[in-house]
């Protein structure tokens, strides 16, 4: 059901994989560990009956490390009545975006989601997740965990507050809705090249 759109070389990514700040711009020899800094960003999107979705890791610095998008996934009629109101969720926090993950070979401290949906993806991993939702409507209830304007964690995971904000400070200024428009037209310069109807994986 997962198909790559575009990973990186091995050397890339073994390089900025978990490239810290005095990396920037150079290219140094590393010779003790250093902690994975990369965000994940995971958007998934309905489009008339199925759902498709996109993930892309970037280093601290919003470099591309490895991108791989899903085919469209279509939930049977039978499907719809086992799993009723849970379905939508469970197709984009787990079929599409826990499978996406799971193939991409460049690790994420920390994911980043566009949907609400998606915000069950926490379920499934040990990182914190957040979503992104910039056009949150006031009068409705929170879609999660207030950790900064804009940005939530799941209800079940508040310990992923501090975690998150003590990433946002290490990271300084950070668009994270820029990513995510990257992700929707790389998805779309897909589908002009048919990268997405090559066949999925089972």
């Given at each position: 059901m997962v198909t790559q759109q575009n990973s990186w070389d091995a050397e890339y990514r073994n390089r900025w994989a978990c490239a810290p700040e005095s990396m920037k711009g150079r290219m140094v020899t590393v010779s003790t560990p250093v902690s994975c800094q990369n965000l994940g960003?995971?958007?998934?999107?309905?489009?008339a009956n199925s759902f498709?979705?996109?993930?892309?890791?970037?280093?601290?610095w919003g470099r591309p490390l490895e991108f791989r998008l899903s085919s469209p996934v279509q939930p049977n009629k039978v499907q719809q009545i086992l799993y009723g109101d849970t379905l939508h969720g469970y197709l984009c926090g787990e079929v599409i975006g826990k499978t996406l993950i799971d193939k991409t070979a460049?690790?994420?401290?920390?994911l980043i989601v566009?949907?609400?949906l998606a915000l069950d993806l926490r379920?499934?991993?040990e990182q914190p997740v957040?979503?992104?939702?910039p056009l949150f409507d006031p009068d409705r209830e929170a879609p999660?965990?207030?950790v900064q304007p804009q940005l939530y964690c799941h209800a079940r995971f508040p310990t992923d507050m501090a975690a998150i904000r003590d990433i946002i400070e290490r990271l300084g200024g950070f668009d994270f809705g820029e990513p995510f428009a990257r992700i929707r037209e790389a998805?779309?310069?897909?589908?002009?090249?048919?990268?997405?109807?090559?066949?999925a994986a089972a």
């Open positions: 960003f995971l958007s998934v999107f309905q489009e498709a979705g996109g993930y892309l890791v970037v280093n601290p460049t690790a994420a401290q920390w566009d949907n609400p379920l499934r991993v957040a979503l992104w939702h999660g965990l207030v998805l779309q310069e897909a589908r002009k090249l048919g990268v997405a109807s090559r066949g």
